[in-house]
C-alpha cells in the first residue's frame, strides 16, 4: 500500500457545525502532515506530527484541532470555521520528519464552509 | 515573505520539445530541493529531488538543476508529453526544520 488516504473528498459545513477530516497511510511513515490550499496558492504547512506527536504547529487558529491516534490516522478536528477557511486540506506523510524524503499526499479534502 | 518563488506561472510547449520550469528561494538554509507534480482533483505528487550538496540530479526524462550561488533551480523534461500536463510545484527544506516550503506552481501545458 502506497497510498495517503483522505476522507471526505468534499465537504460543506455550516460556521457553527463540528466536522473532522481523516487521513490514514499503512506505509510505516512515522511523520504526517496537513496543508491547507487555496485556489492558484502553494499548500500552507498546517501541523506536523512525528511519532504521533504534534512536532509543529505554525500558528493554526484553534478552530482547527489535530489529532493522531495512533502511527496511521491522522484526523483534523474542525469547530467554528469561517468562510474564509474554504480550502483543499491536504494530508502527506513521509518515513520520518526531518530527513529529506518526498511526501507522499493523499487527494484532499475540498472543504467548504457556509 | 515568500521564501520559494515560481515567477512563470504558466509555461506551454509542444510535444517532443524541452520543458524548463524554473524555481528561486532565498533562504540559505535550504539544503534539500524537490519537485511535485499535481493533476486537478489530485494531490501533489513527488517527482525528483535534489540536495544541495550536488548540482544535478536525473531520473529518466526528467533533471533538476540546482545553482546555490543564484540560488535558483530548474526543472528540465525531455522530451515532454502530453501527460506531463499539470502543475508543478517545487519546494525546498533544511533538515532542522523538519517541513517543506511551496511554490506557487507553474501550469505546464504541453500540446500534441
Known amino acids: 500500500d502506497t497510498e495517503v488516504t483522505q476522507t471526505p473528498k468534499h465537504l460543506v459545513m455550516g460556521m457553527t457545525n463540528k466536522k473532522s477530516l481523516k487521513c490514514e497511510q499503512h506505509m510505516g511513515h512515522r511523520a504526517m502532515y496537513w496543508y491547507k490550499q487555496k485556489a492558484k496558492k502553494p499548500p500552507e504547512l498546517m501541523f506536523v506530527y512525528s511519532y504521533e506527536k504534534l512536532s509543529i504547529n505554525e500558528s493554526v487558529p484553534s478552530r482547527f484541532s489535530p489529532e493522531c491516534p495512533n502511527s496511521s490516522l491522522l484526523n483534523l478536528h474542525l469547530h467554528a470555521l469561517q468562510p474564509e477557511d474554504s480550502a483543499l486540506y491536504l494530508c502527506a506523510s513521509s518515513p520520518i520528519q526531518g530527513i529529506n524524503y518526498g511526501y507522499t499526499f493523499g487527494s484532499g479534502t475540498r472543504l467548504t464552509v457556509v | ?112
Open chain 2, 1 to 112: 515573505d515568500q521564501q520559494v518563488k515560481q515567477n512563470s506561472p504558466s509555461l506551454s510547449v509542444q510535444e517532443g520539445r524541452i520543458s524548463i520550469l524554473n524555481c528561486d528561494y532565498t533562504n540559505s538554509m535550504f539544503d534539500y530541493f524537490l519537485w511535485y507534480k499535481k493533476y486537478p482533483a489530485e494531490g501533489p505528487t513527488f517527482l525528483i529531488s535534489i540536495s544541495s550538496i550536488k548540482d544535478k540530479n536525473e531520473d529518466g526524462r526528467f533533471t533538476v538543476f540546482l545553482n546555490k550561488s543564484a540560488k535558483h533551480l530548474s526543472l528540465h523534461i525531455v522530451p515532454s508529453q502530453p501527460g506531463d500536463s499539470a502543475v508543478y510545484f517545487c519546494a525546498a527544506s533544511s533538515t532542522n526544520a523538519g517541513k517543506s516550503t511551496f511554490g506557487d506552481g507553474t501550469t505546464l501545458t504541453v500540446k500534441p
